[in-house]
């Protein structure tokens, strides 16, 4: 992507903050341009000043109620769910394992499209409930507990906590609802089942396996009042930027602790590479 630039002018008017502070935050040190012109003018990327203004912003709305809306998979899960659970299908294949996961890959760089990417990895195997059964149990172990306590923390201040997956409800919903999530706040797609009770597909009417899918589920979940204060999507991939980028809310947080993706990294205005570093983010809120 090509980086553009605003001058001072622009950067000061976008921010909503005088030339002089500007010209004060470059001698500082605290916001530096990224360009000197020929003639002496100072340069800056609009993606740095975008992240400027998210980072002022979240400085007025600690202490507020707000909306959370966290991605699951490589976010509070610690892996890719629907590979796993295809990789259980498949058994021994490494071969084919590996393609389940460069699909999988795509679809998060945004690639291929959700929709290619979840019926490309479901045709690969026939998934059964024991296998399902038998992830979850795996999964309650693999958690992070201080994942955990973050989400009970946040509700616990009266935070509006939200799960919004590509992943599938059948395996999330059990998962998550074991560790006292609540049911209704978690978003994710349904799989479709045949005559043995076996996966064979997924809902392709739900939001969630089209593109911009997590824009359109937390746009339903806005239009019907579901939300408060700010509002700000914490995930890994590509598809977790899109409500941000779509301008549907105010903050997005790049996950890169069990995944970095380069677009997000790129993009989100707050990008966190360890717990550690999430937990920093949201302490001013707990
Ligand atoms: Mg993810």
Redesign the pocket.
């Known amino acids: 992507m090509k980086e553009e630039y605003w001058s001072i002018n622009q950067a000061s008017e976008y921010l909503g903050k005088s030339i002089i502070t500007l010209r004060r935050w470059d001698e500082s040190g605290d916001l530096t341009p990224d360009q000197i012109t020929d003639g002496g003018h100072r340069r800056y990327s609009i993606s740095q000043i975008k992240k400027r203004r998210v980072q002022l912003e979240l400085k007025k709305v600690q202490n507020k109620k707000h909306t959370f809306f966290f991605?699951f998979?490589?976010?509070l899960y610690p892996g890719e769910s629907l590979e796993e659970i295809i990789e259980k299908a498949i058994g021994d294949n490494p071969k084919k394992i590996q393609k389940i996961y460069d699909i999988g890959r795509q679809g998060m760089e945004g690639k291929i499209t959700i929709t290619q990417s979840l019926s490309q990895r479901l045709e690969t195997a026939t998934i059964t409930q024991s296998e399902i059964n038998q992830w979850i149990e795996e999964a309650k172990t693999k958690i992070d507990p201080k994942i955990i306590k973050l989400l009970s923390q946040l509700q616990a201040q009266e935070h509006l906590v939200y799960i919004v997956s590509g992943g599938f409800t059948e395996w999330i919903t059990p998962l998550m609802t074991s560790f006292g999530f609540l049911k209704d706040h978690i978003y994710a797609n349904k799989c479709t089942f045949d005559q043995q009770g076996n996966i064979n597909g997924f809902l392709s009417s739900n939001p969630l396996s089209q593109d911009h899918g997590k824009s359109k589920t937390i746009q339903s979940i806005i239009n019907a009042g579901g939300t408060q204060g700010w509002r700000c999507m914490i995930?890994?991939?590509a598809t977790?930027l899109q409500p941000f980028t779509d301008h549907i809310i105010e903050c997005m947080v790049g996950i890169g602790i069990y995944q970095q993706r380069g677009s997000v990294q790129e993009q989100a205005p707050i990008y966190c590479q360890s717990l550690d570093e999430l937990q920093i983010f949201f302490e001013p809120f707990i």
């Open positions: 991605d998979d490589s976010c995930g890994d991939g977790d």
